[in-house]
């Protein structure tokens, strides 16, 4: 079964579960009479509701396969749950619903602690028995130990995505070593080999029905990114040098620039409240402004809120950011954790700098000293437009480093050649939970 099919899955068995839940609640406390008022009113409140929970799920993770991580599953269903609870409570009371006699807020808790550890039971269920070694595809792996490491993890920490690694070789020892009886599918990188025989017998195991598939892709599938080691010019050629979709650059323009309007009148209020409090409490200037680099390479001004005291890098020149680095304030780590800091560039959106989704702009003299040096493929990032969240941001932590760097830049290509409407809506659902959980800086 695909990842996708697994998705469409969960999403109908959760969304029952949910009804299942529901039914429960109101049998345990009035009786259940399938044509009593109460009940009728109790299910058209519900099925409005029901959807907001398994967007907050959305939002915490638990559809997107490829990225989440089963160890998590008891605090995410949790922090899941008492979300929808909340916003299910803030939208009845803003919307004008009859909910006379069926006291909604005592009965979403209850719906809540019913549902809870029936969706764990069922996602323990779900995760095992796709796990189970029987449903998992043989794969045999030829590649750099750099990428077979990756996989490696992937596969380890997400047996539910359905493969088991039966073989994985480096270059310099495929040719001593047959493919294991029983392969399912064989992912080989790109310029590891140019052993003809080895090829050969490859092929005449296509005949079979054994799946032959790129490292590269078969390594983005299960881990959101794409492995620098396993690429070359051709990957570039082949994926991301044909002319974008003009619908989707339309699209995806309007979108932003009405977004960032719409954005930009709806926090007139906190800028209200939250520019006077900068002004006491950091001084002149409270807004930060400062050169970056763009789509095809071009230089722009990025707009911030100053969170770092003056003169940071009087010193230092320019350098990044570091776990407790003294030269951000404690309401600069407040601003950064909620992602305030980041408010003024919806002027860049506004003027086509920037995105709401992208790769996260860098600092020309850091790109040109540190990055695109030691980093292969780095400036071809900037193919796309720069965003004010990415799929990077969204998937690994703050960079702090080179290497950090060179991780996120796996992402970034995964983004630069999957991007998407679909794709940029499921980073910004993503941004919430990073935000509303304070992972962001």
């Known amino acids: 079964m695909s990842n996708r099919a697994k998705t469409i899955l969960l999403l109908i068995v959760e969304s029952l579960i949910l009804v299942l839940a529901l039914t429960f609640v109101i049998y345990a406390r009035k009786g259940f009479n399938p044509k009593a008022s109460y009940v009728l009113k109790h299910y058209d409140l519900f099925t409005f509701v029901f959807p907001f929970w ?23 269903l949790l922090r899941g749950t008492v979300l929808s609870i ?48 029987r449903r998992l595809r043989n794969t045999f792996l030829v590649g750099s130990k750099e990428t077979l490491e990756l996989v490696n ?59 032959v598939t790129d490292l590269a892709k078969f390594a983005e599938q299960i881990s959101g990114k794409i492995p620098i ?48 409090i900068l002004l006491l409490v950091h001084g002149r200037p409270i807004f930060f402004k400062q050169v970056r680099t763009g789509t095809n390479n071009k230089l722009f001004t990025l707009y911030k809120l100053r969170t770092m005291v003056i003169d940071a890098e009087k010193h230092g020149g320019a350098q990044w950011a570091k776990p407790g680095d003294s030269r951000i304030t404690p309401l600069g780590k407040f601003l950064r954790k909620t992602r305030l800091d980041e408010l003024p560039q919806l002027i860049n959106i506004i003027r086509g700098d920037m995105s709401l989704v992208g ?81 962001g800086q």
């Open 54 to 76: 398994i967007m907050m799920y959305f939002i915490e993770g638990l559809y997107t396969l490829k990225t989440y991580n089963p160890a998590t599953l008891p605090i995410s």
């Open 86 to 133: 909340i916003v299910s409570i803030i939208l009845i009371y803003l919307f004008p619903f009859n909910v006379e006699k069926i006291t909604p807020k005592t009965n979403l808790i209850l719906v809540g602690f019913a549902a809870l550890p029936m969706l764990y039971f069922w996602r323990r269920f779900f995760f095992n028995f796709f796990s189970h070694d």
């Open 153 to 211: 993890f992937e596969i380890q920490s997400k047996p539910h995505l359905g493969y088991k690694i039966v073989a994985s070789v480096t270059p310099d020892e495929h040719t001593q070593l047959d493919i294991p009886a029983g392969t399912e599918l064989v992912a080989i990188e790109r310029q590891s080999t140019k052993e003809s025989q080895f090829y050969q017998k490859v092929f005449a195991l296509m005949d079979s029905g054994v799946e």
């Open 229 to 276: 080691r396993s690429i070359d010019e051709s990957w570039f050629i082949e994926y991301c040098g044909h002319q974008e979709s003009r619908s989707y650059n339309l699209t995806k323009t309007i979108i932003d620039r009405v977004v960032a309007i719409l954005l930009m009148i709806l926090l007139i209020p906190v800028a209200a409240i939250l520019f006077p």
């Open 359 to 439: 790769p996260r702009p860098e600092r020309p003299e850091i790109i040109e000293k540190q990055l695109a040096p030691n980093i292969p493929y780095y400036s071809l990032r900037h193919l796309v437009k720069p965003g004010v969240t990415g799929w990077a941001q969204v998937t690994f932590r703050y960079g702090f480093s080179q290497e950090d760097s060179k991780e996120k830049l796996q992402y970034d290509l995964f983004y630069v050649k999957n991007r998407s409407l679909w794709l940029d809506i499921l980073v910004i659902i993503k941004t919430i939970k990073t935000v509303l959980t304070g992972a």
